[in-house]
């Protein structure tokens, strides 16, 4: 499949940057990350999206907790926030003593119950010159330690279904990476998962049920589905725009949202909103 974003459904618009987008409990979830504000929506119905929690500064990735309790990758704070089905929010881990840089996407392992969560490693907005970034792994009772170093700006992460392989982006690296996860949450095994074509710039993603990894490409605007050795089996162009992360759901799994927005950087995004989220139908569903 090689098609264009004019294809698709919107579903969100008016945003400035839709980020951490996931399939939960019959709802579309996102951050709208330049406002630190988590929504949901039923894309099925007329209804309007659910703000659902508000982190200080921006907000990225998003996961549940084995206990239900939404987790939030507060950003600017260096902490993943908490949130309980009554809405009251806490400081679930505090990465603020070991980490300078933003924190970046977050990825729960459902076996385990462990978070990974990458930072940038250096200060991207303020233009300082790029370093490689951590990869940390939170324990169910909130301490951390760190899984991984050397990463070129970590990114969105996925657990290959049926494995204990954790799969990270690395956005200015260009990569897909691998590692091997231990029982102690530990990773090993460190590999290169897929060589990206050239000026692809992976961001968020979504993993299928074939284990195809969907990765969004934000400098080049476009959405390509993956396989391990760097195979491109699908496209979905998205000329002039950031395409910033997908999510996989809908009733039968088969429905790919689209985020993208006009920038990623806040001060243009806080003019324009023109973020959004829209609909593609796939032929492989997610897990």
């Known amino acids: 499949m090689h098609t264009t974003l ?29 406002t630190g504000e988590v929504f949901s929506i039923d894309p099925d119905s007329n209804g309007a999206p659910r703000l659902e929690a508000t982190v200080p500064g921006q907000s990225s990735g998003l996961g549940w907790l084995e206990d ?23 400081v679930f881990a505090d990465l603020s003593t070991v980490e ?16 990974y969560v990458g930072a940038f490693g250096y200060d991207l907005y303020g233009g300082e010159e790029l370093r490689p970034g951590p990869l940390y792994v939170i324990e169910p009772d909130g301490s951390f330690r760190l899984a991984a ?10 657990v290959l279904p049926g494995t204990r392989t954790l799969v990270v982006s690395e956005t200015w690296g260009g990569r897909l990476t691998a590692f091997d996860i231990e029982a102690d949450g530990s990773l090993t095994g460190r590999r290169e998962w897929a060589a990206l074509p050239e000026g692809v710039t992976p961001d968020g993603s979504t993993v299928d049920s074939e284990g195809a990894i969907w990765v969004c490409s934000v400098d080049s605007g476009e959405f390509l589905r993956v396989l391990e050795g760097g195979t491109v089996t699908d496209r979905i162009d998205a000329p002039g725009r ?14 790919l ?23 593609v139908r796939v032929s492989v569903p997610g897990t």
């Open 149 to 158: 170093d050397g990463l070129v700006f970590p990114n969105s992460a996925n």
């Open 6 to 34: 004019d294809s698709s459904t919107d579903v969100v618009s008016g945003i400035r940057f839709p980020e951490g987008n996931r399939w939960y409990g019959g709802r579309l979830w996102y951050s709208d990350m330049h």
């Open 242 to 255: 950031c395409a910033i992360d997908c999510a996989l759901g809908g009733a039968d799994g088969r429905t």
């Open 68 to 90: 239900g309790r939404l987790i939030i990758s507060a950003m600017e704070s260096r902490t993943l926030v908490s949130v309980d089905a009554d809405g009251t929010s806490g």
């Open 257 to 279: 949202y689209l985020a993208t927005a006009d920038s990623y950087d806040p001060a243009t995004t806080a003019r324009t909103h023109d973020g959004r989220i829209s609909a």
């Open 100 to 115: 300078s840089s933003l924190l970046n996407d977050l990825v729960v392992d459902a076996v385990s119950g462990r978070t």
